[in-house]
């Protein structure tokens, strides 16, 4: 059996895992046939050394990461004129308030953890980046980010503790000993 027929014959396993990865029916079969095109363009390429399968899933694979890098991210700078609808316009008194509410719940913070929540936040950077700037390992950036969350959710009056109704997350239970 020659490369090619290799290739053939794992084109629906192919497809199966690109429906699994991008959950789209139309970016899958995109994904696949970029992987085949590359397979195809690159089969002198190929070892030999294991099984062709192997090397297509690694050519999808890495296909996918470039896409997701390639793709505009959250917060990705786009002309007003492409904007699907309108920009969002100044907000009323309500809004004005609860943006009070926050920054005085921001100050209410600990350093540490109002350092850590505006580095990601309001800094745009990822958790890995941001524990370096404030040498900080990684889980220790995103506890601190939670607990942060959680007070402002607390100081803000935006969350219930569901497990008692009318008490705020974070505020300790009255436990009789």
């Known amino acids: 059996m020659g490369v090619l027929d290799e290739i053939e014959a794992a084109i629906p396993a192919l ?5 699994a990865l991008v959950r789209d029916g139309q970016r899958a079969d995109d994904l696949v046939q970029d992987c085949l095109e590359r397979a195809v363009a690159k089969r002198h390429a190929w070892r030999g050394d294991g099984p062709v399968q192997a090397w297509l899933f690694r050519i999808l694979i890495n296909r996918h990461r470039d896409l997701i890098r390639a793709a505009p991210r959250p917060g990705h700078l786009v002309a007003v004129e492409d904007l699907p609808h309108e920009p969002a316009t100044i907000g009323g008194q309500e809004a004005h308030l609860d943006l009070r509410d926050l920054h005085d719940a921001m100050g209410r913070l600990p350093p540490d953890q109002r350092e850590a929540l505006l580095m990601v ?30 007070t402002l959710r607390v100081l803000t009056g935006r969350s219930a503790d569901p497990r008692s109704p009318g008490k705020a997350a974070g505020q300790p239970r009255n436990v009789e000993t």
């Open 15 to 19: 497809r199966r895992y690109a429906h």
């Open 121 to 150: 936040v309001l800094g745009g950077r990822s958790f890995a980046q941001a524990a370096a700037i404030l040498e900080i390992p990684k889980g220790t950036l995103m506890s601190r980010i939670a607990r942060a969350r959680a």
